[in-house]
């Protein structure tokens, strides 16, 4: 396999791996950037959703009349209007062990969380259709409801969904065949409950959606703030009963999404149906309330984790339970994303024995789906707290007790303790150095012994991480480049940019292919019309996959212009692509422009006989393997013993994420990651009262961090070659917030440590923290 | 100031300058002035992001007894900013040039999706009103009304540091 762009083009200096600004900004810094709200179409209605009040309720009857009465609503539906019209929303596919939960696009009869849409109302404006909503009236009898997942477990537990009475959807167990011996040779048996609390992906765009209908041609366009435009055209036109052909998705700009927008929620069915049935565009933009209350959450984990160890620290075996917190219907989402956590417990180490028992609880809460990590936060949690539990333990230093587990250089390809994932490649050991080094950890220590007999607590967090990338090869990722007669440059990218900046770095990829300038790349995404087939950006799998197929296409319109190039110019052997010329190499004297052989293949009479016209070139990349970037970050806080509140003094992060396209862009995806993680670990947790209602509904409640919040932070590389790709790229986008919420909250736990004290879940926010400094030590 | 008073559908004139125009409309008393500058005005490029005044992707500048000051437009009426000047996202840029904070945020890589960028560019000004040579801590707090959910806040401060030392050599104060 041919696995990096060729350095064939000696003269020109390659713009891979160069900090280019990105192409996209100057819409986004002068306001012109066209988000779905932005797009006003004449005619618009509004729609807007009435939704329960409890976690859990029979609805006994809706009377919309007096709704309907208002003037300027055009439409209110239920449940019976849509039955036998469209189909149920999706639930659960490929594997028997999931149990599927019937889902409605508006409640029927029964509505599972707060906030579960049960009618719709369009009306002419956002602000008629909301005095509209108003006047619906439902009579609803509330049911008993359960959120605490593990209590959902218990065979007395109330049910969230009447037909799954034991509360379970999805159970997968697994234990490796070395298990039971490694285990019992062990020395001590470590355990923790370790609590990775939900939270809300809280993009700063809210969901939005826009459906247009042409009954002229029957096209259904549904403008959507999403991450994955063909799965989203597959599910409305399944939902629909619509043909795929017939419905055409366009994802525009989009402001964050973070998992949180990979799949078709009931509002965007509804929305589409309801712009089919009027022949008038429908909108619905999510308020914020409705976005921490009915858009899917992340994490949302109970770990109970038992590590086998020796007196020396090293770590032989795991036996976990995981409890998720699944919510109230049975998705893709809420099952397949934990299910990632114990096929990747075992991090960075040589650990070889495992048993694991995963169960995905339903409760009465919006669905869980991914976020930024999808299944590998939680298992790098579940690690690098427990590391942190045994170095305390056995009174060895968490640096070391990681040296001493690694899977080791030479070990590698390594096929991990569950079986599950095979690492390609890595240098643990050179991660932690590195970053053990830029951070002055020896010093760190010192200083931290100062200061406690100073009375202060400064705490040194360490996380190590291996992540699992790309996702292939079920997932082909596709691109088309297109050349343009002027020479210019298209591409067509299958996977969707919103915030990861795939334009310049994509540019950067076709620039050293076809030796045309950067700004000469124009970037289309989100347009299921001008690819025949595209899937999700997940998995950091945008630049190793995405990125790939832009190459992939890029070297068919080489090898097409390379053809035109030798029959016009009468020239054989190698023909090279740079500064926007093409130069055979024997007779550079030939040397055509870039553009005159973009023009010729335009031309029917200068091409090679039985050679198509035209210049565009489509590909689908699938890749056999996967990748895994690994690295370790390190934060350093102090706690404040008198409020609890905990600041961020410094982080260092050291990430392998392989061959980098483009620093900038890079490096931003490791700072926008970091603080979100840090967020978990110090502000964030979607709250629910005991009685089911959600308490943090709003951004005064749920709180995101700050500039104040967040620290300065340092960011270094290593790098190890990876062969999974054409580009030697292993992803970067969910680095971040993988490493740094075990980094801070080892952080904390390593301060409250020096007082004997300790931190069982998070957020660690300053109430939580100072209830831990004024506990008595003695009736810990 | 413009006439005012209920008009006979019970809606209210309002009279303002919006990036150096002016607009008069009669609008229903609730009608939040960022949906005025959305939806009647078609300045798209204010955002909004939460109900409640936490985010701050609707930040615009305001004059207020000679002074510019971010306020945030989901916060307010539209009648309440009658007879005002507002600058919005769109009036920064003269000429096809950008302004030196727009500038200052491409060249620091201080976005990635963008949906806070507007709102987060005009606070930035907004604080420099009046401290116009903030300190990095001074930033961060200028700019805590502001969420942002990609960057992480560095390249932000970074570029608001430098947007402020560009402003302060061209001696500009807005615009």
Same mark, same amino acid.
């Given at each position: 396999m041919v696995s990096v762009v060729e350095t064939r083009r000696q003269n020109q200096e390659l713009t891979v791996g160069k900090p280019l600004k990105r192409a996209e900004d100057p819409r986004f810094v002068v306001g012109a950037a066209r988000f779905v709200d932005d797009i006003k179409l004449q005619g618009t209605l509004y729609a807007t959703f009435v939704r329960s009040p409890y976690p859990h309720a029979r609805i006994k009857s809706i009377d919309v009349s007096k709704a309907l009465k208002s003037?300027?609503?055009?439409l209110v539906l239920t449940a019976r209007d849509l039955a036998g019209k469209i189909g149920e929303m999706p639930t659960v596919e490929g594997d028997k062990r999931a149990k599927p939960t019937r889902r409605h696009v508006l409640a029927f009869e029964e509505s599972r969380?707060?906030?579960?849409?049960?009618a719709m109302v369009v009306a002419e404006d956002m602000y008629v259709a909301a005095d509209a909503a108003e006047l619906v009236e439902v009579e609803w009898e509330p049911l008993p409801s359960v959120t605490d997942p593990e209590k959902a477990l218990n065979d007395q537990s109330p049910v969230a969904?009447?037909?799954?009475?034991?509360?379970?959807a999805y159970r997968y167990t697994f234990e490796t065949p070395g298990f039971k011996d490694a285990f019992s040779a062990a020395d001590t048996v470590i355990e923790a409950r370790l609590v990775n609390q939900r939270v809300a992906?809280?993009? @700063?765009?809210t969901r939005s959606v826009l459906a247009v209908y042409e009954? !002229?041609?029957d096209l259904l366009t549904v403008y959507i703030s999403h991450q994955d435009p063909f799965a989203a055209r597959d599910a409305i036109a399944s939902i629909l009963g619509r043909?795929?052909?017939s419905v055409r998705i366009i994802s525009p700009d989009?402001?964050?999404?973070?998992?949180?927008?990979?799949s078709i929620y009931p509002e965007d069915a509804a929305v589409s149906y309801a712009a089919v049935l009027l022949r008038r565009p429908v909108k619905w933009i999510e308020s914020r309330r409705e976005n921490l209350m009915t858009t899917t959450h992340g994490r949302g984990q109970i770990q109970l984790v038992k590590a086998a160890v020796k007196k020396d620290g090293r770590v032989l075996a795991l036996d976990i339970r995981i409890i998720a917190d699944s919510g109230a219907y049975t998705t893709d989402g809420s099952v397949y994303t934990p299910k990632i956590t114990p096929e990747m417990a075992s991090g960075n180490y040589d650990i070889r024995g495992i048993k694991a028992e995963l169960v995905c609880a339903l409760t009465n809460k919006v669905p869980q789906d991914a976020y930024r990590g999808a299944g590998r936060p939680e298992a790098t949690f579940l690690i690098e707290r427990m590391m942190n539990l045994i170095a305390r333990e056995l009174k060895i230093d968490p640096v070391e007790l990681r040296l001493k587990n690694f899977v080791r250089?030479? @070990?590698?390809?390594y096929k991990n303790a569950s079986g /599950?994932? +095979?690492?390609?490649?890595?240098d643990y050991e050179g991660g932690l150095k590195k970053a053990t080094k830029v951070v002055s950890y020896d010093r760190l220590r010192e200083d931290q012994a100062r200061a406690l007999s100073q009375g202060r607590l400064i705490g040194v967090g360490v996380a190590s991480y291996v992540e699992v990338c790309g996702f292939g090869p079920n997932y082909p990722q596709t691109a088309s480049v297109t050349v343009t007669e002027d020479g210019k440059v298209i591409i067509n990218s299958g996977t969707h940019p919103h915030g990861q900046g795939h334009h310049t770095p994509f540019a950067q990829v076709v620039s050293d292919e076809?030796?045309?300038?950067?700004?000469d790349v124009y970037f289309n995404h !989100?347009?299921?019309?001008?690819?025949?087939y595209g899937t999700v950006t997940?998995?950091?799998?945008?630049?190793p996959v995405g990125g790939s197929a832009v190459l992939l296409a890029a070297r068919k319109i080489r090898k097409k212009m390379e053809t035109v190039a030798r029959k016009l110019l009468g020239v054989d052997g190698e023909i090279q692509f740079r500064d926007g010329k093409i130069i055979p190499? $024997?007779?550079?004297?030939k040397t055509m422009t870039f553009r005159e052989v973009a023009e010729a293949c335009y031309n029917p009479s200068k091409l090679p006989q039985d050679m198509e016209p035209t210049l565009y070139e489509y590909a689908a990349y699938a890749p056999a393997a996967n990748t895994f970037p690994a690295g370790t970050h390190v934060a350093v806080v102090e706690v404040?013993?008198?409020?609890g509140s905990v600041r961020l003094l410094k982080y260092v992060a050291v990430d392998d994420?392989?061959?980098?396209?483009?620093p900038l862009v890079a490096e931003g995806q490791v700072h926008g990651g970091v603080v979100q993680g840090l967020g978990q670990a110090l502000l964030e947790a979607v709250s629910y009262g005991q009685?089911?209602?959600?308490?943090?509904?709003t951004l005064s409640e749920y709180l995101l961090p700050t500039a104040c919040e967040a620290p300065q932070m340092i960011w270094e590389r290593t790098e190890t070659y990876t062969?999974?790709?054409?580009?030697?790229v292993k992803g970067v986008g969910e680095t971040g917030a993988i490493a740094s919420t075990p980094a801070v909250a080892n952080a904390v736990e390593d301060a409250l440590f020096l007082i004997g004290k300790h931190a069982e879940? $998070?957020?660690?926010?300053p109430e939580y923290t100072w209830s831990i400094l004024k506990a008595d030590p003695h009736h810990h | 100031m413009s006439e005012g008073g209920a008009a006979a559908n019970g809606r209210i004139g309002i009279k303002v300058v919006v990036n150096g125009s002016i607009h008069e409309d009669k609008v229903?008393? /609730?009608?939040l002035l960022v949906h005025y500058l959305r939806? +009647?005005? !078609?300045?798209?490029?204010t955002h909004v992001g939460?109900?409640? +005044?936490?985010?701050?992707?609707?930040t615009i500048l305001m004059e207020a007894e000679g002074k510019w000051r971010a306020v945030?437009?989901?916060? $307010?009426?539209?009648?309440?900013?009658?007879g005002r000047k507002l600058l919005t996202i769109?009036?920064?840029?003269k000429d096809g040039e950008l302004h030196p904070m727009q500038n200052a945020f491409w060249e620091n890589h201080a976005?990635?999706?963008?949906?806070?960028t507007p709102g987060m560019i005009m606070a930035a000004i907004g604080l420099l009103q009046?401290?116009?040579?903030? +300190?990095e801590e001074e930033v961060r707090k200028g700019i805590s009304g502001n969420l942002c959910?990609?960057?992480?806040y560095q390249n932000i401060v970074k570029a608001i540091m430098q947007g402020s030392k560009q402003m302060s050599a061209n001696k500009q104060t807005i615009g």
């Open positions: 003037s300027g609503v055009y969380y707060e906030g579960e849409a049960v969904g009447l037909d799954r009475p034991d509360n379970v992906p809280s993009p @700063m765009e009954p !002229g041609i043909p795929k052909p989009v402001g964050g999404a973070f998992g949180s927008k990979i250089k030479d @070990m590698f390809p /599950r994932f +095979t690492y390609d490649i890595g076809l030796g045309v300038d950067v700004s !989100g347009d299921t019309s001008s690819l025949p997940a998995g950091s799998r945008s630049g190499l $024997m007779s550079p004297e404040d013993r008198e409020t994420i392989g061959r980098v396209l483009n009685d089911g209602q959600l308490l943090t509904s062969a999974s790709n054409l580009l030697g879940s $998070m957020p660690l926010t | 229903e008393p /609730r009608l939806e +009647t005005l !078609g300045l798209t490029g939460c109900d409640t +005044t936490n985010c701050g992707a609707c945030k437009s989901c916060t $307010m009426f539209a009648v309440q900013a009658d769109e009036g920064l840029a976005l990635q999706c963008g949906y806070c009046y401290k116009p040579e903030p +300190t959910r990609c960057t992480g």
